[in-house]
DNA sequence: CGACGAGGTTAATGATCGTTAACCTTTCTC
DNA sequence: GAGAAAGGTTAACGATCATTAACCTCGTCG
């Protein structure tokens, strides 16, 4: 029977590895050393190392699109999606920095299918927030939309790189604010 | 006499092959081919691949420290030098998209010397935004008020990579606005 | 004219890397 | 208890890469 620890122990280390060094910069010993196994034990329980970066974003990229479009859905009304979804992403970000990292430097040395499909996946992520911005500012174009969508995931993406210096809380809070400064959305409106 | 034009022929070339394919997936063959020169012959002009590298890296951050610092001494108050600061940091990075990507993404790529040296002057250029915000706004403290300049960063950074469907002009506007809202400065005073 | 240096060339070197081969244990199953 | 399969091991292969060596060809200058 497989044995889905080890997967997912290569996948966690792979992980803190590629952000560390980048995927090029970690050799197939090198992970599997970090994992307690050496070389081409990995190859048991993935085709090629190119796979361990595939199942890596794809999969993360699923679940932001997923989850964003739970909380768009349960939300009341643009504006409380865009801080849903703020809220979401920030947390995400935050507690899988290295993934993030990953994401961002690492995508183009995926195999081509998988770019693809994290373009794909990416994008549908992209509209889902871009179609909320756009009900709450009718005077954004589509292409505009997009742009400001991907430079709020800049914003929220940048930290995990540094941020070392203050406690996740208020980095929290800082990013979010920020975040949703950027896009225009007005503060919560108060209970009642 | 040392022609300076394959020089610089050579770092901006690099600097479009590293942006599209990353330090380590260009060869020095992939660099001296594009340049019309074959391989080996860069090492006529620099000592190493990783010396193209930190040339390029070392001058854009002693670049956008320098130029900074000279907006901020022309600027008349925090806001306005904060104003100035987005300008420029902005022009800058539509102007130069790969330096951008590159400098983001290839950053650890550098020999230990010229990385020191890019994070002493990044920092350097951090700090320099951060003194400007803390004096608009004196309840953030100085980590906070860093990770609020990383994260304007990471904004105004996002959109070489992505941002094609949309016109430099308008593209400009849109990310600058954003980084002003996000970092809390007020619109500009009309003139008198 | 002669030599020299700048800027090329191709061939070779040594290291590293991803991947495969061949083989060995342990464990679970019929 | 035979045997297959899961999950390791080490050794070897082939490719690629950065870098060096050895050599060539000019324009320049003394």
Redesign the interface.
Known sequence: MTEPRRREQILATAADLFAA??F??VSVSDLGAACGISGPALYKHFPSKQAVLAEMLVSISERLLAVGQERVATSDGAADALRDLVDWHTEFALTHRPLIIVQ??DW??LPEDARDQVRRLQRAYISLWAGQLRTLQPDLDQ??A???V??????????P???Q??PDA??RD??AS??L????VPAPAPLG
Chains 1, 2 share one sequence.
């Not at 430079?151 to 930290?159: I, K, P, Y």
């Open positions: 060094r980048g090029h910069g961002d430097r183009e040395s292409p505009a997009h742009a400001a991907q430079a709020t995931f800049g914003l929220l993406n940048s930290t790189r540094a941020g210096d203050i208020p980095l800082l990013l920020m975040a400064a950027a896009l225009g």
